[in-house]
């Protein structure tokens, strides 16, 4: 027999099934076969003696499944699983496996272990101020780290602040990690860290999840996408707005080609960058830079003025029908500001709705009164017109009106749904939260929450990204979304009522009027037996003036106010402005780095500009995401465990994250003299926070007085058995009963069963809330019980029919009893919310760094509540000459690269693919200047005056664009290019970018002008 080298390959890139199929058998290795070279045989018997196992992918947000094969601890490749409802089976296959796919990214893994100081780290790293690296052993590392801890902490430690309050806050070290971590280790991670009196702790996937996260609370009154990856094949049309899942997530866009193929839906791309996705779309708005929300905004108005919405799910399930208050104006009767508005800033008080008599909300079932605000939005929204639209976006007529009637006609009636998928070219923008509440009013709007084929799903890089955010690792919240404390709440009781929403309506389940029963159990997990109000004393209290999230820090880092920085699993310096960051590290005391390969973060020394002096930097050796015991929770609540540590890959001294976390919290308690008494009362069983099983078991929440220690304590079922009497232990009431059921799927108990074929696979891995696939299902059901349309549960016989699905909230109410949307005060979705800073509605405003004119609000160019941080210097409020050709620059990732690259850039394999980083550059400009691809360009602005230079890729990708008679180029930076690595060129493009931007998610905008020139 003939094996071609492709087939050979190919085999190696399969199950041993597959090698059967191609004639590479157990005959292979005999005697008899002639002709093949001898490491033909070598390597196939290899492959026959591997081991395998499978696990979840943790390289994207996705939660494919991977398989890796090991021989004698060394990994020879890695493939999709064979039994994954992501990426093992097709949707339409009713479970039965089909194929198996898998992107490129988790190849660095074989790659990486094979090398030496770039690859897997072998040992831990300890570098003196002004030195360079030195091998160290774990523990001496670990408590080298733990001494310099203390120091600071002992020096820097607040229990009383200058008002007299008591805050138990250290703000002199900060700590960054969480979206490259398992759950297990996040939830460690936060209490560790609130134990310390930590404030300043946060994520780098905050420019990706935190819109979403503030956006669908305000709306809905929960985080987290609404429905299931595999849901997407039951779409009758898919919008994609400001993301490339092509690109970066190429498993999503399996279930979007199969909506294709299933439903004859439509995909319909909204970017400004002619994407992987773009390309394979029906129809693509080309919109110009950072009008991608105007866009969505003008989709709205064509719902609203052509009576494409779904009237009777609004009445049922939103606000429409509910009264405005009288005083409310919106943008069209001031000019821009809604009301309240004074000196960088709004006062609330009058985005409310009218109350009646009874304390309910006014309302007019017709929506016909001028006050509803079904009305109000028209009004509101109505200056977001076609004409309007396509002169600010610089889309056709033609463009516009196809994709809204493909999307809005297509899904706005019974039976059909539309889904969205959005990314960071939509919310790392100044109105970022904004443009996710915009497209939640779409699919509200469109009757598309809570069905199959419906609802939203952010494309976000960072594989633990949401469970990072749901174990309180944005500084402003706990885990479980409860507000992270401010120094003006000095009691439980205060607390409780700032944050507890109230409502009048009978029929609201308002599952957050439970939130003293969700803080008591947090602080009994956090604290143990200790009295309540002395356990919540103990809490680290937050300037409520005071930005502490990633960018917050970078500030004060500069203004010297941070001596120590401890980073866990990521990398900032190479996530976001490596320039800035660069020099911010070089003026703190001391710098802790927990990683499995020595980062830009750890490593930013090696720029020479910041190599003399410096801090005292100790990096630990982590275990690769393949080794470790934990759960993972993708970007839409499937929450997916990852075996016993069956993989090692080189042997050598690495640590988990949990055993890391153990031995810091051992070595800071051991002669803790001078600590608070927060860090000496921290419920930390030692024996237990080893091991993820058991601090899973801790998550799922328990009785706290059946038993003395965490193995003889009674498993909690569900929220409702939380308790405010300190009696319950729970640090995240939204995963709270995740391992009390019979399905024991953490220990391998998953199946591909499909009940009714729609994708939703209930029976493996578990989702949050409560095993709910899609959030709100019951928002397709009708009051009388019988569904709209595509129902996901049914009531029938007074119960509930959970046929597909589990139903969301009070399994045992009727619809008639409990409204749909069981976490807001009103039982319904809130098109209309006060919860964010920067106004009740949507409203479009050109992006900090744009000159442009706001030509739906002239008086106001840019968001009037934007942040703005010291140190940054904005192109929009500047003047230029008339001779610079000035360009917006986007960025973007490339598919072979992980997130920032931090680690892809540090593989010579990887450098292979991609020698030499680049810019693209539209063709009309690059024609103007007279510029060809390889030729060297410099882009420069106020922040960055030198520029940076770079090879010009020159692409129809790109289009320049005109406004008010002038031209402007655009230019597209790789977010995977900083000064370090092995591939050539690298340069700190995140520099280009300012750090202004949203006031509700604290995000920065990745939108910056600069000048484009000839290098």
Known sequence: MKISRREFLKGLGASAASLAAIGVSGTVFGAEEKGLPARYYRAAAKLQNSLAGEVPCSFCS???????????????????????????????????????????????????????????????????????FEKSDIDSAIARAAALIRETHSAKFIKVDSEGRTVNRCEAIGFIGGSYSSNEECYAAQKLMRGLGLVYIDTVARSAIAPTVQGLLATFGRPGATNPIPDIANADAVLIVGADPATETPAIMRYVFDAVIRKEAKILCVDSRHSGTAARAHTHAAVRPGTELAFILGMINFVLQNGKYDEEYLRNNTDAQFFVAEEFRTIVDTDGVFSGYSEGEYDRSSWRYILGRDGRVARDDRMKHPRTLLQVMKKHFGRYNESAVCRVTGVSRQVFNSICEDFCTRTGKMGAAGVVLFGRGLTARATGTQAVRALAILQILLGS??????????????????????????????????????????????????????????????????????????LCDMYGATDIQTAYSYLPKRDPRKDYSVYGLLCAMERGEIEGLIVMGEDPAASLNSERWFAALSKLRWLVVFDWMVNDTAAFFEDKRFGSGGPEVVVIPSTVFVERQGSFTNITRWVQWQGAQILTFVKAERITGLSFLNSLYEKLSDGGTGFDEGLRALNWEKAAMVDASIVLTIINGLDFKSGNSVGTRTLLNSPLDLKADGSTQCANHFYCGCTAGKRKWQEGDNRLDDEGGLGLYRNWGWSWPSNVRVMYNRAGVRRDGTPFAKPLVRFSAAKWMNDMDTVDGAPNASPKEIAPFVATPEGVAKMFSSALPDGPLPAFYEEPDLPFVNQFSPAYRTNPVLIRREGDILMGDSSFKGTEKLAVCLRFSLGEHLGAGSYTRRLPLFAKFLSQFFVEVDSETARELGIRSGEKVRLRNLRMKDGIVLPALVTKRLSSFRVEKTSFGTVAVCTSCTPLGEIKGGVPVNALFPTAGDPSSKNASEIGLCVIEKA
Not at 70 to 88: C, K, S
Not at 97 to 123: D, N, Q, T
Not at 475 to 481: A, D, I, K, S
């Open 62 to 132: 996705v939660g494919c499944g991977l398989r890796v094969r090991v021989l004698e601890n060394v990994p020879l490749f890695v493939e999709g699983a064979t039994q994954h409802p992501i990426n093992g089976t097709v949707s339409w296959s009713g479970g039965t496996p089909a194929y198996r796919s898998l992107c490129g990214k988790p190849f660095h893994i074989v790659e990486a272990m094979r090398l030496g100081k770039e690859g897997i780290l072998r040992s831990a790293m300890v570098r003196k101020s002004g030195g360079v």
């Open 449 to 522: 929450i809570g069905v199959s084929g419906g609802g939203l799903i952010p494309i976000v890089s960072e594989p633990n990204a949401q469970g990072a955010a749901d174990f309180g690792l944005l500084f402003e919240f706990l885990p479980g979304y409860l507000p992270s404390p401010t120094k003006d709440l000095d009691s439980f009781d205060a607390y409780v009522r700032q944050h507890r929403k109230v409502s009048r309506e009978p029929d609201a389940f308002n599952e957050w009027k439970n939130i003293d029963c969700y803080l008591a159990s947090y």
